[in-house]
């Protein structure tokens, strides 16, 4: 039968062992770093592009999740694991403001447009005609950021509009049109790309519109917050804003 001091020696040695294998896994890498970005639905064909490149050139994986901002910042609130997020307006982000740094930077801005179906068959000219009787008009939800900007230039305008369904996004809104189940909606111009021939736009003028901006801040519990604030820090470098331009945003 082993000894005591053997049995304890063993003891030490196994328990060293076990420590090191849990711990950064006794020097040999733990894989490449995971940063879970809460984005924008808005920001889907470009942030995907941007998280692919993020990975080849900086060797940081990047994981995407999309929705409208409310869906996101409800999932914040309800602890589900994050490192970025970004928004689509700075009232979306000051919402989940206990929840990510103070810290915000703008990366990317856009404009909003009138979806319609193809070819325009109900003759929508301008933003005034949404307020036409009979038309039937789909807006984003008073609390999504495409529906405060979409209120703000019917408000500009002093346009009442009488919305046969208000939805949690810009593309949702897009949705409606495409089905039609609406006839006209108001939606991000960078929406109307995923849109292809199944919807028309008409232009909403510069001195009538309104410019999107799109904040980013680190998640306060994130597992990785340097490795998140290094992300974006990069979103505003020139290789992220000629992906962004790409595919139809404004740069700040």
Same mark, same amino acid.
């Given at each position: 039968?082993?000894?005591?001091?053997?049995?304890?020696?063993?003891?030490?040695?196994?328990?060293?062992?076990?420590?090191?294998?849990?711990?950064?896994?006794?020097?040999?890498?733990?894989?490449?770093?995971?940063?879970?970005?809460?984005?924008?639905?808005?920001?889907?064909?470009?942030?995907?592009?941007?998280?692919?490149?993020?990975?080849?050139?900086?060797?940081?994986?990047?994981?995407?999740?999309?929705?409208?901002?409310?869906?996101?910042?409800?999932?914040?609130?309800?602890?589900?694991?994050?490192?970025?997020?970004?928004? $689509?307006? +700075?009232?979306?982000?000051?919402? &989940?403001?206990?929840?990510?740094? @103070?810290? =915000?930077? /703008?990366?990317? *801005?856009?404009?909003?447009?009138?979806?319609?179906?193809?070819?325009?068959?109900?003759?929508?000219?301008?933003?005034?005609?949404?307020?036409?009787?009979?038309?039937?008009?789909?807006?984003?939800?008073?609390?999504?950021?495409?529906?405060?900007?979409?209120?703000?230039?019917? $408000?500009? +305008?002093?346009?009442?509009?009488? &919305?046969?369904?208000?939805?949690? @996004?810009? =593309?949702? /809104?897009?949705? *409606?049109?495409?089905?039609?189940?609406?006839?006209?909606?108001?939606?991000?111009?960078?929406?109307?790309?995923?849109?292809?021939?199944?919807?028309?736009?008409?232009?909403?003028?510069?001195?009538?519109?309104v410019t999107a901006a799109y904040p980013a801040a680190a998640v306060r519990d994130g597992e990785h917050p340097e490795a998140a604030r290094a992300l974006i820090d990069w979103l505003t470098s020139e290789q992220a804003r000629t992906?962004?331009?790409?595919?139809?945003?404004?740069?700040?």
């Open positions: 039968m082993p000894s005591r001091p053997l049995l304890r020696a063993v003891a030490a040695c196994t328990g060293a062992l076990l420590a090191c294998l849990t711990a950064a896994g006794c020097g040999k890498p733990s894989g490449p770093v995971t940063l879970t970005v809460f984005a924008s639905e808005s920001l889907t064909e470009a942030f995907t592009e941007l998280g692919a490149l993020y990975e080849r050139s900086r060797g940081v994986r990047v994981q995407p999740v999309f929705g409208g901002d409310l869906e996101l910042v409800e999932r914040l609130r309800d602890r589900q694991q994050a490192d970025v997020l970004v928004t $689509a307006d +700075e009232t979306a982000m000051q919402e &989940a403001a206990e929840h990510v740094e @103070s810290r =915000r930077t /703008v990366i990317a *801005r856009n404009s909003m447009t009138i979806a319609v179906a193809p070819g325009n068959p109900r003759k929508v000219r301008g933003i005034a005609d949404l307020a036409r009787p009979g038309l039937r008009v789909v807006l984003g939800a008073s609390m999504a950021p495409a529906g405060r900007y979409a209120r703000r230039i019917l $408000a500009r +305008e002093g346009l009442t509009v009488r &919305a046969v369904s208000e939805e949690i @996004s810009s =593309r949702a /809104v897009l949705t *409606r049109v495409r089905t039609g189940e609406a006839d006209a909606g108001v939606v991000y111009i960078t929406d109307m790309r995923s849109a292809g021939a199944a919807a028309s736009s008409v232009p909403i003028p510069a001195d009538q519109n992906v962004l331009h790409r595919h139809g945003f404004a740069l700040p």
